[in-house]
């Protein structure tokens, strides 16, 4: 009972930084139809800014996150102002090619600015062992969760309230109805991309929290592909729901069966989904009324 | 209010398709535009809201005024902003948001956010079924009730002008007739003005003060509606109405060779 709390726990964590950085990827999708291969490199960035200004810096976490989300919105509008904009309107496979660059170039920045050498991560967030329904857990994990699912909230609520959030979702149905309406398909692109980088960076800052920052975070956007696919493509609750599922099935597969089983799995349940559901849990249907 | 002179259109840098298209539209009033399938009404009213940009044309000659102002080279949201919204053919509603989003998202230019949650009532209060089913997805509304919505989401911009492409296209004839009934309603009590392209040429020159009929591109004929609904070709072309006693075999030469001159 111990092992299995402690292991959804840990599950629970993963699954929140996943499904943070899958948000990110559904967003950019469904407003602009591109594949971003480079989201993990965000996750990346958001790590290392976070590291730079409270580990080296030494300001105070809360000003970390504040310059750490700020820098990933900037880059996130940068990229798709200088980068995806003038590709509008090429083929998709040029799309991914640059997605694919980018995840490189973001890489090779980050490399040649803090080198390769994994780094001790500022913790900020108090890791004082409690007890949790009689098993021993440490408090960063549920702080990791706390934050995700705080996140996770203030976007959906962004996305269903706000004129920009239903603009954004308009554009994702139709861009030229959007058009008429006077949304601008320009800046919900841009939005798209900054947001997407912001939910990423912060998903980097609670991985880094545990896991320490080297270039392994990156790895972390790799699952990002099952995470989406078996919750949707182009489904933000999916998203989220597909980033539990394959935390959780991670840490199982970790604690009971090991053999390295846990790195495998989500590409496992990848090509199960692609078999059975191809477009995912929630991947969005086309309405058709008879 | 507006007007157009000249203008020409050209779609991919070789199809021609407006081809010296002029109309006015006058503050306050309904005007229509008829027409034929593919004859540009639907060009017309994209060149002035400024979406031919995605449909990669473009206005070559001529110019497009509203309220004295050349609007023919501003991008769609600032057209939007200027006071003329569009609303466009087959409905176009966003599927996936539903009913109320929908209307949100028409609002999307205003400025004065507080008054939207008004608005929201007064659309209501012109649809209420839109109201019933205000959560509803749009892609489950029935083929009316996309219709109403395309048009409370106009109203919910608070446009000068309203453009509307076909409004009755593919709608129950009673509720075509309760549509228009809505539009005249909007015009007189909203005092927006409005420019109505349709294919249902009787309906249309009912609720209108004033209507254009274009072939091929540009403006064949255009007066009030009673003097046109008196026009021998209007009739038998717009209107489907023939004159008692003749039968077919020999005035469907004549009438072509009638609407060969318009063509001209
Ligand atoms: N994006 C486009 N690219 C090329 N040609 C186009 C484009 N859109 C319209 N056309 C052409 O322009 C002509 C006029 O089209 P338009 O849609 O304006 O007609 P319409 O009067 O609205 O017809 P309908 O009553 O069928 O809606 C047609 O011949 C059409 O093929
Ligand atoms: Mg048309």
Redesign the pocket.
Known sequence: MDQFLQLTLSGLTNGAVLALAALGFVLIYKASDVINFAQGEFLLVGAYVMFAVVGELGWHWTVGIVVTVLVAVALGMLLERFVLRPMIGEPIISLIMVTIGLSSLLKAVVSGIWGTDERAFPSFIPSDPINVFGATVTTDKLWAIAIAAVFLVAFNLFFRRSSSGIAMRAVADDQQAALSMGISVKKVFAMAWSISAATAAIGGIIIANILGVSGNISGVGLQVFPVVILGGLDSIPGAVLGGVIIGLLQAYTGGYVGHGLNSIIPFIVLVLILMVKPYGLFGQEIIERV | MLSLNNVEVI??DV?L?LKGMSLEVPDGQIVALL??????????LKAISGLLKP???EVTDGDIQFQGEPIHTLPAEDVVRRGIFQVM?GRRVFEHLNVEENLIAGAYTRTDRQNVKRDLEMVYTYFPRLKERMKQSAGYLSGGEQQMLAIGRALMAKPKLVML??PSLGLAPLLVVEIFDIIKRINQEQGTTILL?E?NALLALDIANYAYIMENGRIVLDGEPDTLRENADVREFYLGLTEVGKRKSYRDVKHYKRRKRWLS
Do not use: M
């Open positions: 779609y991919e199809i398709v027409g034929a399938n593919g004859a540009g009404k639907s060009t017309t449909e990669n044309g053919e492409d076909e392209v294919q």
